[in-house]
């Protein structure tokens, strides 16, 4: 058995789309180290391709056993985490019933709603004219409305999300009880729309939710509003918000990738896979798996009920995976990312966060020859959550 020098402070150092030397270094010489989050008991940290997909997948770790347990964490409060807390079966009645909302027949024709919005915003910045904030002009509008129409949102009530979707998921509301106060807010929101279906039924996401519940599909109404609030609709929102400019930040200060999407835009959904891969979009390995037995990798022992946090991003930089893997490469053949999971737990929405990163390169990149940073990289000023990091102000000109 190998043994480990210390309890590394978890998560390691950031900085814009950077990540952290201390993850490959961790890859080669200790892939399962112990670290420790600012709270909740110390766990292992998974930083291997291999190692973290196994965690992910394998029956022998749990996510719903860590419910109510003192699990690692970047805040403070213990939380509900929803559907992100159970395991198969519950687990998969829940994504079952959602997961048709995310069909492909019913993603391609999002896909043209999804064109005509991004081609909307881009013209709206573009008659403003320059310079424009990326984060809000385009990069928070964008995902709101998306997630807001597929659950049937009023318009006249998109605004007030805001201040719910980012305290969930910004690391103020980590330091103060005020997540409580959020949680129940968009709660009580939701629960208000469910009555209005029951009353008067719709055809969009949050009505099919409703008519499987009152239907016998075994959906209680916490499970619902769980699922219509933090599930879909804040991280529907917050992880296109932070990607969105983060892959802007990536292109702008990299020129030579810029141009080569111009010249080749048949590589650019390829280039969001690349980009998917490359930048990463969360704070840090978060939603620890618990170990329901013994389980050996390699020659290091992770014990019965022990915490295992899967480092996504440092999987994703694994060159026994990756072929070069700090480089970016638009025209990689092989790119099977785990930025959003794998196994039960992969994102449900994940189709539609590809559609709406590939539909926004291709509103932008052509009306805005001369794109680049308004105030130079140093003018981005970034934030580094609880869940999601990325830009807070990106301003762009052309």
């Excluded at 949102?153 to 007030?160: A, G, K, N, S």
């Excluded at 009580?188 to 099919?208: C, F, M, N, S």
């Excluded at 609709?233 to 292109?251: K, Q, R």
Aim: with cysteine; aromatic share 8%.
């Amino acid at each position: 058995m190998s043994v480990h020098a210390r309890t590394r402070d978890y998560p390691f150092e950031m900085r814009d789309i950077g990540v952290s030397p201390l993850y490959a270094q961790l890859r080669r010489i200790e892939p399962m180290s112990r670290v420790q989050m600012p709270y909740g008991e110390p766990a292992w940290l998974a930083t291997r391709y291999a190692d973290v997909k196994l965690v992910l997948t394998d029956p022998r770790f749990s996510r719903a056993i860590a419910q109510g347990l003192n699990q690692p964490r970047l805040r403070r409060q213990l939380i509900d985490d929803g559907i992100m807390g159970m395991d198969p079966p519950d687990h998969t009645r829940l994504r079952r019933l959602v997961s048709k909302a995310f069909t492909v027949r019913r993603l391609e024709k999002m896909r043209e709603s999804v064109r005509a919005l991004a081609n909307q915003l881009a013209d709206a910045m573009v008659e403003q004219g320059p310079p424009a904030d990326m984060v809000e002009d385009f990069a928070r509008l964008l995902p709101t409305n998306v997630i807001c129409d597929l659950l049937g949102v009023p318009f006249t009530d998109r605004q007030i999300f805001r201040k719910w979707t980012e305290g969930v998921t910004n690391d103020e509301t980590a330091k103060a009880d005020v997540i409580f106060d959020l949680g129940a807010e968009l709660d009580e929101y939701v629960a208000g729309l469910i009555v209005q279906r029951r009353k008067e039924p719709t055809d969009d996401l949050l009505g099919a939710l409703v008519y499987a519940r009152d239907n016998g599909n075994k959906l209680d109404d916490n499970e619902l509003v769980t699922l219509a609030g933090s599930a879909l609709l804040t991280g529907g929102v917050e992880t296109v918000a932070a990607a969105l400019p983060s892959f802007f930040y990536t292109l702008l200060t990299r020129p030579h990738l810029l141009e080569q999407l111009r010249r080749e835009p048949e590589l650019l959904d390829s280039a969001v896979e690349e980009l998917l891969r490359y930048v990463p979009i969360n704070t840090a390995a978060m939603f620890a798996r618990y170990s329901l037995e013994d389980v050996w990798f390699g020659d290091t022992l992770v014990r019965t009920g022990d915490p295992v946090l899967p480092a996504l991003h440092a999987a994703n930089r694994d060159p026994e995976v990756f072929e070069d893997p700090e480089t970016i490469d638009f025209t990689r053949a092989h790119n099977p990312h785990l930025t959003f999971g794998h196994g039960a737990h992969h994102c449900i929405g994940a189709q539609l966060a590809r559609l709406e990163l590939q539909e926004s390169l291709r509103a932008l990149l052509p009306r805005m020859p001369g794109l680049r940073l308004a105030d130079g990289p140093e003018g981005v000023t970034w934030k580094y959550g609880v869940i999601v990091r990325g830009p807070t102000l990106m301003r762009i000109a052309w």
